[in-house]
Every structure is written in C-alpha cells, then in structure tokens.
C-alpha cells in the first residue's frame, strides 16, 4: 500500500512540475511554504499600488489587510483540489529610488505537507505580474529566491 501511495505522490509531483513550467514558472522547490523578495523601481506609494493589483490577479482571493503607509498586505485564497488555501504576506521596504517587495505564501492549514505547486505557482504569478507593472532594479539587484 506504501508503494502506491508512493508512486501516486511521485506521479504528482511531476505532473505539477511540468504544469508550473508550462506557465512558465522555475517549479525549484515544491515545499508549501514559499519566500521570495525582489528589489523594483519606484516609491513606497507606487510599489504599493503595483504590489496590490498584482495581488489581487490570483485566484479565490481576499485581500484583509491593505495598508499603504507601512507597505504591507495580507491576503488569503480559497481552498482548491490542490491545497486547502494559503495566506499571502507582502511587505514593501524602501521608499526610492528603489524598493524591496518580500512575498510569502503558507498554507492555510499548518499539517500541510504538499500542495501540488500552489504557494510556488502563487508567488510566480504576483512576481510575473509585479515586474510588469514596475521595473525590476539593476544593476545592483538584491533580489533573492528563484529566478523565473
């Protein structure tokens, strides 16, 4: 019974790889809990705006804490066939020319061990939608996590 359980997690695993790269996202490490900052060009004020629509393109999801002044946000999404939901933290630091924007994504339900891609697909998708609203800083860029 293990094997199978086995093999149906291997087969999974793989199938949501080849799923995150067909959307163009480096899958890297599969684990629920994701973290990733990238430094962009802007103020605190329009780095906010941009952080905040590209939030909200994700899917099932509720935006709860929207504050402008300290950079922050917190959002959750709903439940899929994937995973249970995940919380959503974005923080913003700097105020120009350049601005560090730090995302991170945890399941919702705390004995969540897998989750098919969701929390990288979740931060790949606000990245790739951040970075097309703002430019990314360079050269010095500071940027940490995987490269998409």
């Known amino acids: 019974m293990g094997s199978l359980f ?17 959307q163009g996202i480096d899958p890297g490490n599969m684990e629920p809990d994701q973290d990733r900052s990238v430094e962009v060009v802007g103020t605190l004020a329009t780095v906010h705006e941009a952080s905040r629509r590209a939030l909200l393109t994700l899917n099932k999801l509720k935006l ?15 439940g899929s066939w994937r995973s249970f939901g995940e919380n959503i933290t974005v923080r913003i630091t700097g ?3 350049n601005a560090t924007v ?9 004995t969540t061990t ?9 931060v790949g ?16 860029n500071r940027s940490s996590g995987r490269a998409e």
């Open 6 to 22: 086995g093999g149906a997690m291997a087969w999974t695993a793989s199938r949501s790889a080849r799923r995150l790269k067909a």
């Open 64 to 78: 709860l804490k929207d504050d402008s002044l300290t950079g922050q946000l917190d959002a959750r999404t709903g």
């Open 95 to 97: 105020d120009g020319p």
């Open 102 to 110: 730090h995302i991170s994504t945890r399941p919702r339900l705390s």
């Open 114 to 122: 897998t989750d098919g891609g969701k929390g990288v697909e979740n």
């Open 125 to 140: 998708l606000f990245v790739r939608s951040l970075l097309s609203q703002v430019p990314q800083a360079a050269p010095n």
